[in-house]
């Protein structure tokens, strides 16, 4: 009976294992989300962003691609995506920098390199987007039309529409700082920012980090 007793007892202990691990996950992820836990820097990774916190999901929004269909996140292979704001209808150097910069980050992550995608994401669509320099990052003259630019700089970029109070959920530290572009997990939760002041090894050390510690 005792032997009995204690292989039940074994049986029961292993079947509430994943059911534990579930548990804690959950509870972890509602703070997490709350604010009230700062995971990633209890983890100890020396992250070089920003964490936005809490994390926003992003399929809570609205977005459109550029036929006009409906696009959701959740929806995509899961990927950690970089996520470059526009504004007001023209992009500016600090939107033709971010678009250059994560172009170049997305390329010097080497065999990771298809683990990674960007998205453009503006309130008002390619075609009515004006791109307001004369000269690239890269020092090559800038095209006349924006959608010409995407198009020849930036080709598996995918452009999205919002609404400015979905653009405003979003992007809310992009209007104090117009270099600030976002990480998204690929759960499709917005959870770090970075601009123009984090270097560009500062950003693929936490996306190596990131895609080495994530099935993303």
Partial sequence: MAEN???RMVLLLIGGIPV???????WLWYFVVKGDLDLVSALGTANQGALVQPPR???DQVLFDVSGQPFRYASQPPRWTMVIPGADGRCAKECENSLYVTRQIRTAMGKDFNRLRRLY???EGIG???????QLSDGEAAPARFADYLESEHGRLQALTTSA???????????ADASTWYLVDP??????????NDSYKDVIADLKF????SGG
């Avoid at 009515?128 to 004369?134: I, P, V």
């Avoid at 109070?165 to 209007?175: R, V």
């Fill in 5 to 7: 007793a204690t292989n």
């Fill in 20 to 26: 534990t691990i579930i548990l804690v996950s959950t």
């Fill in 57 to 59: 999901p992003i399929d």
């Fill in 121 to 123: 994401i503006s309130k």
């Fill in 128 to 134: 009515e987007t004006r791109l307001a320099m004369q």
């Fill in 165 to 175: 109070d979905g653009y405003a959920a979003l992007f809310s530290e992009h209007g």
């Fill in 187 to 196: 759960s499709g939760w917005v959870m770090m920012s970075y601009n123009q």
């Fill in 210 to 213: 990131l895609l080495k510690n």
